[in-house]
């Protein structure tokens, strides 16, 4: 909320309070005025906007099987019934005299109301959530129950229902259960508070507001002195209180253009993740319908048709929400292309089920490296066209890109005429060295292909090595590359500088774990940068 937001919401809260104060410790300010036809329907409007707003979120709740909106319809259909006996009490409209018990209602169905609105406060666990969503239609007849009860004792006449109403129509006990019922929504409007910080919602700050106003209308109804200002207030508070959620939930209804989800804003955090999920499920499904009418060679802004009317049905979607989404179906589909084409797919599947994982820092695996480059490249270069260089790295590129992902590698860098690519990680293989080795083996095979037809392109080196590797994302805040450094890929470049055009060359720790499958010619040991010893290293010819 902006500051004139807060500001504006504040003053609607606190200006009531302040009037109250003001006609109370001002006796002569507190006028009097008796209407009872307009005490009558007042009161009556009050309790019709209580019951309809009970009826559409007890159809929320059961819709969403959330157990907050079923207590917060409680407190509407408590406020409701015993808002009617109220307005029925009304001197010389239906009774001719004023009931005792119908008087005294107002108290006892707001303080019942705030009971269970401070129990809808509370964030159940599943487990709890459960038991009370078998016990549904138990606590929807609790207002009845009340009701009915309440009704019998007051039309016996028998005490505490036998004399006249006293003047401000709330004494004794009923002071007491005003100030619990005021005490219980207090409890009930700080945890929607809380929430409202967390979640924003037009339905949530409404509800949050009409708790608040609820509070003022019952220190009123304990204060105030019969067809006095002070008393009219509370009637006032309680009209405004439920038609301010009426009026929210009709903007967004307007907004929505559905009412099926008016009020999720308010729902428990186990039924906002389900909703959410649901939502993620019918992304997923409105995105891979784009990618076949794409590979179908059909328009995806097409309109979805029964399509879409069978995913609004399934996940519970409006009209505004399924276009809503639809739009962000092609917008992710776009994006989704752009992010897959800047990196190996294993990395982006990995980084959107989780982005945590594009943090920078990274951890020690056991990889197989392979390191691909032009032999005499600088040359060709330096005589060719630099458009038909460009030309050249696109063609080999597009065909042995393809044969590292086919075996699960992860194309980590292009850096000019090199290529490399990382196995077993981000996600395991357990036979990364065999992979790695029919990778490269696949590569030399296909440009040799492309080599046939030109045989003034230069051909590549191929060098493979396991070992393990810091993998992760290296770089900055602003931008990084996930790659894997360490003394096993530089044995990897050292590997690919003393192969020949054409050959794959391995070091010995993907020699053994080949095993048997390999078919190797050994070289001579190579003296690397770093280490005491030569290392032994292979030219794979194939594999078994």
């Excluded at 005490?183 to 919602?201: E, H, P, T």
């Amino acid at each position: 909320m902006s500051k004139v937001g807060v500001l504006t919401w504040a003053a609607a809260i606190i200006l009531p309070a302040a009037g109250l104060w003001l006609l109370l410790s001002h006796p002569g300010l507190d006028a009097h005025y008796e209407h009872h036809p307009q005490h009558f329907w007042l009161v009556l409007a009050a309790a019709v906007l209580a019951v309809l707003l009970g009826v559409v979120l007890f159809r929320a709740a059961r819709t969403r099987r959330d157990v907050r909106l079923i207590l917060v319809s409680l407190m509407f259909q408590f406020a409701a019934g015993f808002l009617g006996l109220h307005a029925i009490a009304t001197p010389g409209v239906i009774l001719a005299m004023p009931n005792a018990g119908f008087v005294y209602a107002v108290p006892v169905g707001l303080t019942l109301g705030g009971f269970a609105a401070l129990a809808s406060a509370i964030e159940y666990g599943p487990a709890a959530a459960a038991r009370l969503n078998r016990m549904v239609w138990l606590l929807s007849a609790l207002p009845a129950v009340a009701l009915v009860v309440w009704a019998a004792f007051s039309l016996t006449g028998l005490p505490p229902f036998d004399g006249m109403p006293s003047p401000t129509e709330t004494s004794g006990p009923l002071v007491i259960l005003a100030y619990v019922g005021s005490l219980s929504y207090v409890g009930a409007a700080i945890a929607y508070a809380r929430q409202f910080l967390r979640r924003r919602g037009l339905l949530l700050l409404s509800v949050l507001t009409a708790f608040v106003l609820l509070i003022e209308a019952l220190l009123a109804v304990g204060y105030g002195r019969s067809w006095q200002a002070s008393w009219w207030e509370w009637h006032v508070l309680m009209v405004l209180a439920f038609a301010l959620i009426a009026l929210s939930s009709h903007t967004q209804f307007r907004r929505e253009g559905s009412s099926l989800g008016l009020f999720d804003s308010v729902t428990l955090n186990q039924t906002m993740a389900v909703l959410e999920r649901d939502y993620t499920r019918a992304l997923a499904e409105l995105v891979e319908v784009l990618r076949q009418r794409q590979a179908a060679g059909l328009p995806i802004d097409q309109p979805l048709g029964s399509v879409g009317v069978d995913l609004s049905k399934r996940f519970g979607l409006t009209e505004r929400q399924l276009a809503v989404l639809t739009q962000n179906a092609r917008l992710y589909r776009q994006l989704d292309g752009l992010f897959r084409s800047y990196m190996s797919p294993q990395v982006a599947t990995a980084l959107l089920e989780n982005p945590a994982q594009a943090d920078l820092g990274g951890r020690i695996a056991e990889v197989s490296v392979l390191m691909a480059d032009l032999s005499g490249f600088t040359p060709f270069a330096e005589r060719t066209d630099p458009a038909l260089v460009v030309q050249m790295l696109n063609t080999y590129y597009g065909a042995i890109v393809p044969v590292i992902l086919d075996e699960g590698g992860v194309v980590v860098q292009f850096v000019g005429d090199a290529v490399m690519a990382v196995f077993n990680a981000p996600v395991p293989q357990p036979d990364h060295a065999l992979r790695a080795g029919r990778a490269g083996l696949a590569l030399q095979h296909a440009v040799g292909r492309i080599a046939a037809d030109r045989p003034d392109w230069p051909r590549f080196r191929v060098g493979i090595n396991t070992g393990p590797a810091l993998v992760g994302n290296i770089g900055a805040a602003q931008m990084r590359n996930y790659t894997a450094i360490g003394d096993t890929t530089n044995l990897a470049a050292r590997l690919e500088g003393v192969a020949q055009p054409g050959d794959v060359v391995i070091g010995p720790l993907t020699r053994d774990q080949l095993g048997p499958y390999a078919i190797v010619q050994p070289l001579h040991a190579i003296s690397v940068k770093g280490r005491r010893e030569p290392v032994t290293c292979f030219v794979l010819r194939g594999l078994r």
